[in-house]
C-alpha cells in the first residue's frame, strides 16, 4: 500500500536556527498535506499542495512540493519555541483516507 | 464554530475490559474517521465513514474493535476485549469533502493495564 518516508526523526535545534523535514513516496502523488501535532495535542492542518513544484508559504514556514510529485519539504526560518512539536506529511490512500508519515518531532532550545 | 468533540478525554481499564468513545465532528462534515496514535508514531487509519456508511476499515481489527455512525452524525468506536497493545490516543477527525483538509478532535488517551 501508499507509505510516505518522512526524515528526520528529531531534530534538536537552537532558537533561531532553521528546520527541515523532509517527505518521500515511491510513487508520484496526487497531493500532500502538512499538520503539526504540539505536545499533548492534536495534528492541526497546515496546508495541502497540490501542484508540481509548487512553494507555498505561511510566515516563516515554507512547503515545497517536488518536480516529479514524490517528495515534499517544509523549512522553518528562524525556529522560535512555539515551533516545537511533531510535524506530519500526510498522503491520499486508494480510498481518499490519509496516510501520515512518523513525523519529525521538533524541539527547540531558548 | 464548535470544533470535533470527543469523550472521555482519558481511560484507563484493564486487559480484557471493554471501552467505548464517543465523536462528534463538526457540524455539515460529512466524512468522519477514525484514527489509532501509538506513541512516536502518525495516526493510523482504522475507519472512515461516509454518512453513515463505511468507506475503509480495512485496517480495523474487526475481531476486538467496532464502529458505528448510524444517524450519519456521531460515532462510536469500541474495543471489546481490549489488549495491553491497544493503549494509544484515539483520535476523530472530520471533513467536509474527502479531499479537504481534517480536523481533529482532542483525542482519548487510552491505557491499558
Known amino acids: 500500500g501508499q507509505q510516505v518516508m518522512q526524515i528526520p526523526q528529531y531534530q534538536h535545534v537552537q532558537e533561531g536556527e532553521d528546520f527541515t523535514t523532509y517527505c518521500n513516496s515511491s510513487t508520484t502523488l496526487s497531493n500532500i498535506q502538512w499538520y503539526k501535532q504540539r505536545p499533548g495535542g492534536h495534528p492541526v492542518f497546515l496546508i495541502q499542495?497540490?501542484?508540481?513544484?509548487e512553494v507555498k508559504k505561511q510566515k516563516r514556514l515554507t512547503f515545497q512540493f517536488g518536480e516529479a510529485k514524490k517528495n515534499s519539504s517544509l523549512h522553518i526560518t528562524a525556529t522560535q519555541t512555539t515551533d516545537v512539536g511533531t510535524y506530519f506529511c500526510a498522503v491520499r490512500g486508494s480510498q481518499g483516507n490519509l496516510i501520515f508519515g512518523k513525523g519529525t518531532k521538533l524541539s527547540v532550545k531558548p | 464554530e464548535a470544533g470535533v468533540a470527543q469523550s472521555p478525554r482519558y481511560k484507563i481499564i484493564e486487559k480484557r475490559q471493554s471501552v467505548a468513545f464517543w465523536c462528534n465532528p463538526i457540524s455539515g462534515h460529512a466524512t468522519l474517521y477514525w484514527y489509532q496514535q501509538i506513541l512516536g508514531q502518525g495516526p493510523k487509519l482504522l475507519i472512515q465513514f461516509q454518512n453513515n456508511g463505511v468507506v475503509d476499515d480495512s485496517q480495523l481489527p474487526k475481531d476486538r474493535f467496532s464502529a458505528e455512525r448510524l444517524k450519519g452524525v456521531d460515532s462510536t468506536l469500541k474495543i471489546q476485549p481490549a489488549k495491553l497493545e491497544d493503549s494509544a490516543v484515539y483520535l476523530c477527525?472530520?471533513?467536509?469533502?474527502?479531499?479537504?483538509?481534517?480536523?481533529f478532535g482532542p483525542g482519548t488517551r487510552l491505557t491499558v493495564l
Open positions: 477527525a472530520s471533513t467536509f469533502g474527502i479531499s479537504n483538509e481534517q480536523f
Open positions: 499542495l497540490v501542484k508540481s513544484g
